[in-house]
């Protein structure tokens, strides 16, 4: 079993840039592929970003984080950051981290392994 731990979130004013993490347990470098996901209240949990935890750190965004969203990873520490800037109030949600051991993927259906999330809360 893999565990994965998300922190930093917080309340933030929009405009701001806030960077959550994700923490693995359980399991040391590897291929898996990491992902970040949202859910605003009352809403379905959508894809943020995600990268391959291999060689090539590949990455993929959703078109809402294109250009105002990082993520990256620290293969020592097992941890993947979603930075973020330029914060919108849309962007409130709880954010989870979310792994697999093949591929980038999008679907929620397509990963195995869930943190609890860390909630985002963005205020104009």
């Known amino acids: 079993q893999v565990q994965l731990a998300e922190s930093g979130g917080g309340l933030v004013q929009a405009g701001d840039s806030l960077r959550v993490w994700c923490a693995a347990s359980?399991?040391?470098?590897?291929?898996?592929?990491v992902a970040w996901f949202r859910q605003a209240p009352a809403k379905e949990r959508e894809f943020v970003a995600a990268i391959e935890w291999g060689s090539s750190g590949r990455t993929r965004y959703a078109g809402s984080a294109k250009g105002r969203f990082t993520i990256s990873r620290d293969n020592v520490k097992d941890t993947v950051y979603l930075q973020m800037d330029s914060l919108k109030p849309e962007d409130t949600a709880v954010y989870y981290c979310?792994?697999?051991?093949?591929?980038?993927?999008?679907?929620?259906?397509?990963?195995?392994?869930w943190g609890q999330g860390t909630r985002v809360t963005v205020s104009s």
């Open positions: 979310a792994a697999r051991l093949k591929t980038i993927a999008t679907g929620i259906y397509d990963y195995t392994y």
């Open positions: 359980g399991r040391a470098f590897s291929s898996y592929a």
